[in-house]
């Protein structure tokens, strides 16, 4: 037999209503906040992403699905949101628009090459949401109580926001020359991977999740001591605006996110004691981002939220989701003349907005009014020989067993 490749899951029939819950939640936050949604296709030059999250990172080195097409071009499966609308802001000729724009994506599959784990999958889905062209710290204020909102709206609690700052390109070279000389000093101690990166990426230093490099991490240099004055001041301004919106926050001098193109804040929204593992949501700002793709110098901050995440919490939480609603009505029918009739009632009904579960094969009456009771279906609609004669239907409340005959066109007040 066969099975779902490693690291994917289906989405089963029960777990939609968790997915449905969370989707409402999106477009209503997102109309609350002025966000228009952009589609970009499944795959794109393989380019965008080795440029944009940058060739240093675990998810251009290892994670990416990359292929070449039969016309001999590179192309990769989407690991991640932001770079795609990015390309599409610039192709179609957004930095015209009024600023800063808006916009977001809707529970996009995203597919990166990783041990799978809770929460975590090679292919997975995310949403997320972009505010492109403006440096004002109170946009990034905004950006964070969106994302802190939106979780609240789905009714998850003990949330926490983790903060950072980690500089621009002024500023970020000095405070990577004495991260490197720290990490230098520590080299025995640390596993091989950082060993790669402190060569090549050393802000991935802060990220590493290995024990050997955990105490070495934590009394590094931090991002927010080497700031220029000009990030000093948005880092301060955007805590001020937080501390108004009554967001608490941790600084956390060890955050700084898995891409390259991030700038200045960085965030993470977790549930609290949780860990980085379980995080809900996370983003920044990239201001060099779409310079480095081609386009004007042009300010821009972000998040990216995980669906399977969201859906493990709000079961750990027990959150109550709305139950996707059930069929109102059963048709059972027996003979083939009340066949017929059950199939033009079905139709009718369907077209009145009722929706219907009718009866197939040749089943005994007890044995579709067993399904019936099975789909926890309320109304059984019977057809039977003396009902096909008489134009009447037979209807019965699966509830309480109580039945009366009606005459059909009565039924879409009397199910109503």
């Known amino acids: ?43 794109e030059d393989t380019g965008l992403f080795a440029r944009s999250v940058g060739p240093g990172t675990d998810v251009v080195e290892k994670e990416m699905y990359t292929f070449t097409d039969k016309g001999g071009n590179q192309l990769t499966l989407r690991p991640e949101g932001t770079a795609p609308v990015c390309r599409a802001y610039l192709e179609h000729g957004m930095p ?11 529970f996009i599959p995203v597919f990166r090459y990783e ?7 090679r292919q997975h889905y995310q949403f997320g949401f972009e505010a492109i062209g403006e440096d004002d710290p109170a946009l990034d204020a ?3 109580d969106m994302a802190w909102q939106f979780f609240l709206s789905l009714g998850l609690h003990h949330l926490s926001l983790q903060l950072n700052s980690i500089g621009c390109r002024q500023c970020r070279p000095i405070y990577l020359n004495a991260l490197k000389n720290h990490y230098a000093s520590h080299a025995t101690e640390l596993c091989t991977d950082c060993k790669v990166r402190l060569e090549r990426n050393p802000l991935r230093l802060l990220d590493c999740k290995k024990s050997s490099c955990q105490a070495v991490a934590d009394s590094a240099p931090r991002s927010t001591d080497y700031l220029c004055s000009e990030c000093r001041v948005h880092f301060s301004r955007l805590k001020e605006y937080l501390k108004l919106l009554k967001i608490p926050f941790t600084l956390n001098h060890r955050l700084v996110r898995g891409l390259d193109y991030y700038t200045r804040t960085v965030f993470e929204i977790q549930p609290r004691d949780a860990g980085a593992q379980s995080t809900l949501g996370g983003g920044g700002r990239y201001d060099d981002l779409i310079e480095e793709l081609g386009g004007k110098p042009t300010p821009a901050i972000g998040l990216a939220a995980g669906i399977e995440r969201m859906v493990l919490n709000l079961k750990k939480q027990a959150v109550a989701v709305p139950p996707f609603p059930r069929p109102q009505v059963f048709i059972a029918h027996l003979g083939n003349e009340a066949k017929d009739e059950a199939i033009k009632l079905a139709s009718r009904l ?27 279906i309320r109304h059984a609609v019977i057809i039977g020989e003396q009902e096909v004669k008489s134009g009447t239907v037979v209807l019965r409340d699966m509830t309480n067993a109580r039945q009366k005959t009606v005459n059909p066109a009565a039924l879409p007040g009397l199910l109503g």
């Open 96 to 106: 015209n628009l009024p600023r800063p724009v808006k916009l977001y994506y809707y």
């Open 142 to 144: 905004e950006v964070i």
């Open 1 to 43: 037999m066969y099975q779902a490749p490693r690291g994917t899951s289906d989405i089963l029939p029960e777990e939609q209503a968790y997915w449905r819950f969370v989707e409402q939640k999106v477009t209503s936050i997102c109309q609350l906040y002025g966000y228009e949604r952009l589609d970009s296709p499944v795959f």
């Open 350 to 376: 369907r077209q009145a907005s009722t929706s219907i579960i009718m009866a197939t094969g040749q089943r005994s009456l007890k044995a579709q009014l067993r399904q019936a009771n099975t789909s926890a």
């Open 115 to 121: 041990r799978p784990q809770a929460g975590r999958y």
